[in-house]
């Protein structure tokens, strides 16, 4: 089942609208962002158990869900500049980000650039900085995603993320 956002709001860096929703009402603030091209609802498990003791802001960066995808270069500088906007939106002056894959990347960009921004870094399934095969491999994933569309290249991409184990037994 869905969780209801108590608030659904719509930032703007660059002339993109950023997507971003929030739930519950705590004193402390948890920024949840996902990763490449998913949509906030993934943290939907999540966010129903921290809803009920903090403030969660699950973001939708550019390029994911109902955000803008500008077909332009996303540098570090904009996704940080992306994610200030919407915590600005938001009113969050700090908070506790949870960044999973770009999502994490994302994170770190932010960190980076507005420390006084963040109370604590989570990071789950990224990295900091690419090697030669990482950058190989994300020049083919931005290829196959102009080619075939992020949801065939998801469709594909899994089937190497994840073990026959994963796909059987876990919807």
Do not use: C
Request: aromatic share 12%.
């Amino acid at each position: 089942m869905r969780v209801s956002a108590s608030a659904v709001g719509y930032a703007t860096n660059a002339g993109a609208k950023l997507h971003y929703e929030v739930y519950g009402d705590g004193a402390e603030t948890i920024v949840l962002i996902p990763g490449l091209g998913l949509r906030g609802a993934g943290w939907d498990p999540v966010t129903r158990l921290l809803e009920e003791s903090y403030r969660v802001v699950v973001v939708e960066p550019r390029g994911s869900g109902d955000s803008a995808t500008p077909d332009e270069p996303y540098t570090a500088e904009l996704v940080a500049a992306d994610l200030k906007a919407v915590l600005d939106d938001a009113g969050v002056d700090a908070g506790h980000l949870v960044g999973l894959s770009m999502g994490g990347m994302i994170a770190q960009d932010f960190v980076l650039a507005f420390p006084d921004r963040v109370n604590s870094l989570v990071l789950l399934s990224t990295f900091a900085s690419p090697d030669q095969w990482f950058t190989r491999l994300f020049r083919f994933r931005k290829d196959l995603i102009h080619r075939m569309g992020i949801l065939e290249h998801f469709r594909i991409y899994l089937m190497f993320v994840f073990s026959p184990f994963a796909f059987r037994n876990i919807p």
